[in-house]
């Protein structure tokens, strides 16, 4: 994930300040595959963590084509690179990407 310019993403995302329906979407779908995934991780259940954030990637896409994520609005944007950083959080957890990519 590059660095942005401007100030550092929030650490958490506020709820409050999701306007668009795809983050909206991607936001709640996080929510509960990532605590879906994480129980997948407990258990050293590497395989079905991978297959439960797979299940991400119509709300991901969606959120990239419908979402401006350098909004003007300051606030917006750090939420939205917020909601990212989760995204990436969830997924390096079980799998170091850019070692992936590299491969």
Do not use: I, W
């Not at 310019?5 to 300040?17: D, I, K, R, S």
């Not at 750090?78 to 992936?100: D, I, Y």
């Amino acid at each position: 994930m590059k660095k942005s310019e401007g100030a550092a993403p929030a650490e958490n995302v506020n709820e409050t300040l999701l306007q668009e329906a795809a983050e909206k979407t991607l936001y709640e779908a996080l929510k509960t595959l990532g605590a879906e995934a994480e129980k997948c991780h407990s258990a050293a259940d590497f395989t079905g963590e991978l297959k439960t954030l797979a299940a991400l990637r119509a709300p991901v896409d969606a959120f990239f084509d419908e979402v401006l994520v350098n909004a003007e609005d300051a606030q917006l944007r750090a939420n939205r690179l917020a909601l990212l950083a989760a995204l990436h959080r969830a997924m390096n957890r079980v799998a170091e990407l850019s070692r992936l990519a590299a491969a």
